[in-house]
């Protein structure tokens, strides 16, 4: 599975942003897809993921802010971010989990957002 992740780039505080991550490959193999950040000086964290089944789950920090999705193939792959924050500034990750593994396994190769007037 390939993911090609798109979309980032300079935002004012209070803007919007949308992300895109389009997979290839044995995309039928994907179960879990979602979305890491990673700011300077900071951890890896988990932003946002959208199970199988649907079910959305979202970091404290994002929530009411920011929307995951997908479409129903499991070949693209969505963050639609508002009301953006400094503190969101980073490279994002689009992450997905093949069906056989305990955790994400594919990454994309980021994108960064930042958020700056």
């Known amino acids: 599975v390939q993911l090609q992740a798109s979309g980032g780039g300079l935002v004012q505080p209070g803007g919007s942003v949308r992300l895109s991550c389009a997979a290839s490959?044995?995309?039928?193999?994907?179960?879990?897809m979602g979305w890491y950040r990673q700011a300077p000086g900071k951890l890896r964290e988990l932003v946002a993921d959208?199970?199988?089944?649907?079910?959305?789950h979202y970091a404290d920090s994002v929530k009411g802010r920011f929307t995951i999705s997908r479409d129903s193939r499991k070949s693209a792959l969505y963050l639609q971010m508002n009301s953006l924050e400094a503190e969101d500034t980073a490279v994002y990750y689009c992450?997905?989990?093949?069906?056989?593994?305990?955790?994400?396994?594919?990454w994309g190769q980021g994108t960064q957002v930042t958020v700056s007037s």
């Open positions: 992450v997905a989990r093949a069906r056989y593994r305990a955790s994400y396994n594919f």
């Open positions: 490959g044995s995309i039928s193999s994907i179960s879990d």
């Open positions: 959208i199970t199988n089944s649907g079910s959305t």
